[in-house]
């Protein structure tokens, strides 16, 4: 078997493994057997869904087709007992590489239906099929960039959506800044202008002006209007405890769909660096989190959309009706609430003008190359802020840490107060506020005031990362749900008796855990009155919340 390079970290055995004799013959049995000649496609770039495709004799390549800046490129050659795919069988992604025949060749293709059941109840076979898809990806990220290329500006907000979608998901792209030589050569042979942009380039397709939402539906990666789903459990929101919540009650069983407006891993997946989570004692980034997690979701066969918004909850006599903003309805007989909080900012002028030019709510890999080596500030006084400052500070940045209180570790944990302490290129500023955003279209500088000592000054500042909370993103329920003044949904017990409707009493018993004042209706995570806000604590409401929907599932039943 030959393949493109597998890149850092990965071996061929993982990508390309060897199934045993037994293990071939449980695929063999639960496929349906093909012979096609040379040259015959067996699934083709734009085609909506594909099988898992099975070699018993001869010789199949998975090419990336031309584009208007590359060749036609062999990604790959399968032989006999090999088989094909990667994460987008799971995902449901619209196919981006095709598959044809070198040879004349028998195959065996196994359907969705057939390829989840093989995965929920052979163990040995589905670790395999699970590693390589990921080791796969990995892969095709370079190997396969060019099937998707988006050109922008590291300035623009419209472009950093994009970018920030398309590494959640960790879609294989290339991404091409306007100021560069390659930029300008594709915008040239592609016939378009800087009214254009953010462009993306797809296979036979220009997405122009393009956000998440069309790139989404042109991958198959949204809630397509007409999709037959029925499901158990709908969860709204893929931070921490939708995913767990996701994961925990597909693995039991339950037809399961994840929604998420932007993109898997909410608010965490911004975190440059976890260090408290149980099991990880080097620590481990949110967007690996959040990567893992989306793998454990597709293992169990859960169904993910992202960017899907939500808009409204309907309640029937034993379903409920998750309305999408596009109008669509998907029924369901349960529904979490994960929607988490949403990002605060400063009541500074300009503050629009440099977002995402300049001001970022996440300090990853991503925001760090474009302020590597400068000098940058981090507005916030929690854990947030200072593993931002710890980790762009050990990419070269000198660090601004702007603390509106008086003391550091009045919210900062003891570990992080230390490391900050210590190290030579993060600056301290206590009773310290921003009050001023300078620069022409991006951000260059950042005026400092001092309450203590009615001091101000001005500092060289190309990135502002601010971590100085959120609010609850519970705003769309428009009060189906009972909330306290902030609006934090209430559940369970936390529940005032006199927001109890009569539906209580025609069925007969109190909330369960978990539950809202809307029967069926679930809420964990950051958005949940009195919930605690960490990673870990929402994975553990995510996960025991299916306790409380099986109860109401099988009632529905």
């Known amino acids: 078997m030959s393949s493109a390079e597998t890149g850092p970290g990965i071996s061929e055995d993982l990508a390309y493994p060897t199934l045993s004799r037994r293990q071939l013959d449980l695929l063999f049995d639960l496929g349906v057997v093909e012979d096609v000649t040379v040259g015959q496609v067996i699934h083709r770039?734009?085609?909506?869904?594909?099988?898992?495709?099975?070699?018993?004799?001869?010789?199949?390549?998975?090419?990336?087709?031309?584009?208007?800046?590359?060749?036609?490129?062999?990604?790959?050659?399968?032989?006999?007992?090999?088989?094909?795919?990667?994460?987008?069988?799971?995902?449901?992604?619209?196919?981006?590489l095709s598959a044809r025949a070198v040879r004349n060749s028998r195959i065996y293709r196994l359907s969705t239906e057939n390829f989840h059941r093989l995965m929920a109840t052979e163990a040995d076979i589905a670790d395999i099929i699970l590693a390589a898809f990921r080791a796969r990806r990995h892969i095709l990220k370079y190997a396969a960039a060019q099937t998707i290329e988006i050109i922008g500006s590291s300035f623009s907000?419209?472009?950093?959506?994009?970018?920030?979608?398309?590494?959640?998901?960790?879609?294989?792209?290339?991404?091409?800044?306007?100021?560069?030589?390659?930029?300008?050569?594709?915008?040239?042979?592609?016939?378009?202008?800087?009214?254009?942009?953010?462009?993306?380039?797809?296979?036979?397709?220009?997405?122009?002006?393009?956000?998440?939402?069309?790139?989404?539906?042109?991958?198959?990666?949204?809630?397509?209007?007409?999709?037959?789903?029925?499901?158990?459990?709908v969860v709204v929101g893929g931070g921490p405890a939708g995913l767990a919540a996701t994961v925990n009650g597909s693995s039991e069983g339950l037809a399961t769909v994840m929604l998420d407006a932007v993109g898997p891993g909410g608010q965490a997946a911004a975190s440059s660096r976890i260090e408290n989570y149980l099991g990880f004692p080097h620590g481990l980034s949110g967007a690996e989190l959040t990567r893992l997690a989306l793998v454990q979701v597709l293992k169990f066969g859960a169904h993910v959309y992202s960017p899907s918004t939500v808009v409204a909850l309907g309640t029937g006599a034993d379903r409920l009706a998750v309305l999408l903003s596009d109008g669509t309805e998907i029924p369901a007989r349960a529904a979490i609430i994960a929607t988490g909080a949403r990002y605060r900012s400063l009541p500074i002028d300009r503050w629009k003008e440099f977002e995402h030019a300049g001001i970022y709510y996440a300090a990853t890999e991503m925001e760090a190359r474009s302020c590597a080596r400068k000098e940058?500030?981090?507005?916030?006084?929690?854990?947030?802020?200072?593993?931002a400052a710890v980790f762009l500070a050990g990419r070269g940045c000198?660090?601004?840490?702007?603390?509106?209180?008086?003391?550091?570790?009045?919210?900062?944990?003891?570990?992080?107060?230390?490391?900050?302490?210590?190290?030579?290129?993060?600056?301290?500023?206590?009773?310290t506020e921003v009050t001023e955003l300078r620069g022409g279209t991006s951000l260059e500088a950042v005026r400092l005031a001092n309450s203590s000592h009615h001091e101000e000054a001005v500092v060289p500042c190309c990135g502002l990362f601010c971590f100085i909370g959120a609010y609850p993103a519970s705003g769309w329920l428009n009060g189906?749900?009972?909330?306290?003044?902030k609006g934090f949904i209430y559940t369970g017990i936390h529940i005032p008796d006199k927001n109890l409707g009569p539906q209580w009493k025609i069925l007969g018993r109190d909330p369960l855990p978990f539950e809202t004042s809307m029967p069926g209706v679930f809420a964990v995570g950051d958005v949940r009155y009195g919930s605690i806000k960490r990673v870990a604590a929402a994975v553990g409401e995510g996960a025991s919340a299916i306790s409380s929907v099986h109860q109401v599932v099988g009632a529905r039943l």
């Open 45 to 96: 770039i734009g085609d909506e869904t594909y099988d898992l495709v099975v070699i018993a004799d001869g010789e199949v390549e998975v090419v990336r087709e031309a584009t208007a800046d590359a060749p036609e490129e062999v990604i790959a050659t399968f032989g006999p007992g090999a088989f094909l795919g990667e994460l987008g069988l799971l995902t449901g992604q619209t196919v981006y």
């Open 157 to 233: 907000a419209d472009s950093m959506s994009l970018r920030t979608y398309v590494a959640r998901l960790e879609l294989p792209h290339s991404w091409l800044d306007i100021d560069t030589p390659e930029a300008k050569f594709l915008m040239d042979v592609s016939a378009l202008s800087v009214d254009d942009l953010p462009a993306v380039l797809l296979p036979g397709e220009k997405l122009l002006k393009a956000t998440p939402a069309e790139l989404a539906r042109s991958l198959g990666l949204s809630y397509r209007k007409g999709r037959s789903e029925d499901a158990d459990l």
């Open 376 to 387: 940058v500030a981090v507005v916030g006084g929690a854990n947030s802020a200072g593993q």
């Open 398 to 431: 000198m660090v601004h840490l702007v603390v509106r209180s008086e003391d550091l570790s009045a919210r900062m944990s003891s570990y992080l107060v230390n490391r900050i302490s210590v190290h030579p290129r993060i600056s301290v500023h206590t009773s």
């Open 480 to 485: 189906c749900c009972s909330t306290d003044g």
